[in-house]
């Protein structure tokens, strides 16, 4: 059972670029969300899901896309990366939306 | 809106001192509770969580914390720290009304040897 995983573990991109962060869980959870955190900040939510085929925004959705096609996978996607995405991102998944978060080693962005 | 405050971003304490790490929330309907810890370089874990019954609640590592609904708090506390309690700490609250999960800034714990 690896729970929550992610990768890339670390990222550099150049302004502009497109990239897609993986998110996957093997607990069988219909609740998976990404986060992203920030010195100072906590963890903000960027977007979530319910389940298959059903996403929703979160707190600082703008610049990024989700999507999820299976259970189990919730990629992130960047269209056009900036600076202020720099960022360390973490996915997490539950077995109901007011259960414990599972989260994700994370991702380290750097945009350049 | 819901929020939850953390009043410390950094608390360092003396190895084998108490500790207490403070949370308090803004919420006038049904709320469940969490603690969660982040080791260096990890993502974060669940330490401990508030749902109903006794409002004193204990992690297998020694930490406990109490739900003061009166003063919508919920302390972390600690009666003697390890160095391996060094970690960054943050309290979570998710709530009934607007079914929102709402995390703290955090707090940063050094244990001082």
Redesign the interface.
């Known amino acids: 059972n690896a729970g929550?995983t992610q990768t890339p573990k670390f990222q550099v991109l150049k302004t502009g670029q497109s990239m897609t962060l993986q998110c996957a869980q093997d607990m069988n959870h219909e609740y998976m969300s990404w986060?992203r955190q920030d010195p100072?900040?906590?963890?903000r939510?960027i977007h979530y899901s319910v389940g298959a085929g059903i996403t929703d925004q979160g707190e600082v959705p703008n610049g990024y896309n989700v999507s999820r096609s299976t259970t189990e996978d919730f990629p992130l996607r960047l269209l056009s990366a900036a600076p202020s995405q720099t960022s360390v991102y973490?996915c997490?998944s539950s077995y109901v939306?007011?259960g414990?978060?599972y989260?994700?080693?994370?991702t380290r962005l750097l945009v350049l | 809106a819901q929020s939850v405050t953390q009043l410390d971003s950094q608390v360092p304490v003396f190895e084998e001192a108490p500790v207490e790490l403070r949370c308090n929330y803004s919420s006038s309907v049904s709320v469940y509770l969490f603690w969660y810890v982040q080791y260096p370089n990890q993502g974060l874990q669940l330490l401990l969580k508030y749902l109903s019954g006794s409002t004193l609640v204990e992690s297998i590592n020694g930490f406990e914390a109490e739900f003061n609904k009166s003063q919508t708090s919920f302390h972390l506390r600690k009666p003697s720290v390890h160095i391996s309690d060094t970690a960054e700490y943050f309290c979570a609250v998710f709530n009934f009304g607007n079914e929102k999960l709402t995390f703290g800034t955090g707090t940063r714990l050094t244990i001082i040897p």
Request: aromatic share 18%; no cysteine.
């Open positions: 929550v986060y100072g900040m906590g963890l939510l973490f997490a939306l007011q414990t978060q989260f994700g080693p994370g």
